[in-house]
């Protein structure tokens, strides 16, 4: 393919709002948006003053919340982009900082917003929520309702809310930092040594070679020890924060809160990862065979996402677009053309350069009604993976823009379940029509490889944060005991199987330090468990799945989970047989690599 032919790797933001950081165009839209979240928060006092508050005002309220709730949105994903693609752009920092502050002053108008729900009897209320107006957004209402109940009064939450943008949200905005001037050395083949950004680092743990990966890795754990005392404070103090925040609204249970955000009860998590903890001890026989194809007595660390085969060469940019679309094409046209059109269109964030944060995220422009993805691509089939899993998070954005603003607030684990789907589809086709031996084993072992991540890596995770948050409530947890106890959840999760394991893991992962999500973990695997039991019904159904597909993407923005798979499903999500099944699929995929 001639260079004039090749796709795009690198995203327009233009279309969005012309000229970067230093867009006026921006800088216009956040100016009104203030003045307007001001008019709203005016408008909530003299509803909430009412005694009692009606419901033509109530009406109206939600149309201005919801306009307001996609402008921050809008907002804050462009702040967003400019600063993950470029590190050193200090503007673009300084704008996500002040559209937090102004999420922070909306998030305060609605404290007060609140009130007019929570004043209102319970009988007015369903009454209200049969009107035509309300009925679409009767779900997240109610939901909100029921939760305002649960908090502080609305002065302390406004309070609250205040001092988070300098405190809680500081202290996130502080790790961002650290990260971006962190620097791994590399020694290149001439023997020059190269300073990675920390997302050109990790790429290079998963290079063929065992020497570089572990070459890499000891340079990556050595450069976050030089920073583990700045992001052991971030994290203190976030969880700091957060354990004073339940104490004051009298929650018990540090799950509570990512629980309610992802609308599922503490018996379907609990069933979830009881079910996986019983019967993943397949993996273990999985280690023992990659093990030794790799020449080496016992998987390391670094050795758990290392390719075999011809895993391990490099698929270009325009081949891995090429292979996804025609995949999901398979699957359906829906996800096919709106995968086609992010690549022609330029939605993707792919070139490999420095300066770019690490990691992969998909984002969201509801006024445009646009995707943004962001990656780094060197042409891994991993690399391939995150692509397919990044595209399953916009398709699901894209087929609920014609839905009302505040029913597309769909909780991270379903968000995961879109995902971790289109990477599945696009696994398995692959798998099944690899051309020879050497080439299904390599893809196998990419897909188990994601096994191994949501069954046992988010597990240590969930186990870390749990196990930091106890000890966090008795006082300040030093870098060197959190590398303790990272270790200890890492062993405990993979059943002490490794020779290594990565002590300043809870320093290199982001999710621990994101406020907007708690437990930034197991929604990922619950995501992949659900995914792979939807799977299960679409290998069934064929291509007339599709659009009972796109129906429950649609439904994940108003009901709870265990709602969504019984509607959907017919599956009682707060008992294990759901979460076995799933499990049991994945074992298979361990028994067709070991007969291999």
């Known amino acids: 393919m001639s260079n004039a032919n090749r796709l795009p790797d690198t995203w327009d933001l233009d279309v969005i709002f012309p000229g970067g950081s230093d867009s006026p165009e921006f800088a216009e839209f956040l100016r009104a948006l203030e003045q307007d979240i001001d008019g709203f928060g005016e408008r909530v006092r003299l509803a909430a003053d009412a005694k009692p508050p009606g419901a033509e005002a109530l009406e109206s309220l939600t149309g201005e919340l919801e306009s307001l709730q996609a402008r921050l949105i809008e907002a804050e994903a462009f702040a967003s982009c400019l600063a993950s693609a470029n590190q050193k752009d200090k503007k673009a920092v300084a704008l996500g900082s002040a559209i937090r502050s102004l999420a922070a002053a909306f998030e305060s108008r609605l404290t007060r917003f609140d009130l007019v729900l929570t004043a209102t009897p319970q009988d007015a209320w369903d009454e209200w929520m049969r009107r035509p107006t309300l009925a679409p957004v009767a779900f997240p209402l109610t939901e909100r309702r029921a939760q305002a109940l649960e908090k502080m009064s609305p002065e302390l939450e406004t309070l609250l809310n205040d001092l988070a943008v300098d405190g809680y949200h500081g202290w996130s905005e502080l790790y961002d930092t650290t990260v971006s001037l962190l620097e791994v050395p590399f020694q290149e083949e001439n023997g020059d040594t190269t300073m990675l950004s920390a997302g050109q680092a990790q790429n290079k743990l998963y290079h063929p070679s065992k020497e570089v990966r572990d070459r890499t890795f000891v340079a990556w754990e050595n450069a976050w020890e030089k920073h583990a005392d700045y992001c052991a404070q971030a994290l203190n103090h976030l969880g700091g924060f957060r354990l004073q925040t339940y104490k004051h609204r009298g929650w018990d249970s540090v799950h509570k809160e990512p629980l309610d955000l992802n609308r599922m009860s503490p018996e379907t998590l609990g069933s979830m990862w009881s079910a996986i903890e019983r019967n993943r ?316």
């Not at 280690?287 to 075999?308: V, Y």
């Not at 995707?371 to 690399?383: D, K, L, P, V």
């Not at 589809?425 to 050497?438: G, H, L, P, W």
């Not at 990419?446 to 069954?455: W, Y």
């Open 281 to 596: 001890s397949f993996l273990l026989d999985y280690f023992a065979k990659k093990a030794e194809l790799l020449g080496i007595d016992k998987l390391g660390w670094t050795d758990l996402d290392a390719p075999i085969g011809k895993a391990g060469e490099k698929i270009g940019f325009d081949d891995g677009a090429a292979l996804i679309v025609d995949q999901f094409r398979r699957f359906g046209p829906k996800l096919a053309d709106f995968a086609a059109m992010t690549f022609r269109d330029r939605w993707i964030e792919a070139e490999d350069r420095p300066g770019k944060r690490p990691g992969g995220f998909c984002t969201s422009f509801p006024l445009k009604k646009q995707s943004r993805i962001f990656m780094t691509y060197e042409g891994s089939m991993t690399n391939v993976s995150t692509l397919a899993h990044e595209l399953g998070h916009g398709f699901h954005t894209h087929v609920m823009y014609d839905q009302p603003q505040l029913t597309q607030n769909y909780a991270m684990g379903v968000a995961e379940t879109a995902s971790t789907f289109a990477e599945m589809i696009v696994s398995d086709a692959t798998i099944r029509n690899a051309s020879d031996r050497e080439t299904k084993l390599a893809l196998l072992d990419d897909k188990i490889q994601r096994s191994v991540a949501f069954l046992m890596n988010i597990h240590a995770r969930f186990l870390f944060e749990t196990n930091f948050y106890e000890e966090r409530k008795r006082g300040t947890v030093g870098a060197e005991r959190l590398n303790a106890l990272m270790v200890d959840a890492q062993k405990q999760a993979f059943h002490d199987s490794l020779a290594s394991y990565h002590p300043h893991f809870w320093a290199s992962k982001l999710h621990f330090y994101i406020t907007e999500v708690p437990f930034y973990n197991f929604p990922y695997t619950f995501g992949y468990l659900f995914s792979t039991g939807i799977y299960a019904t679409a290998s069934g159904e064929g291509a007339n799945f599709e659009d009972r597909y796109v129906a429950l993407l649609q439904d994940t923005g108003r009901m709870s989970v265990e709602s969504l798979a019984k509607k959907h499903l017919n599956v009682d999500l707060t008992k294990p047989d759901f979460w076995e099944r799933s499990v049991a699929l994945m074992k298979k995929d361990v028994e067709d690599f070991l007969a291999l």
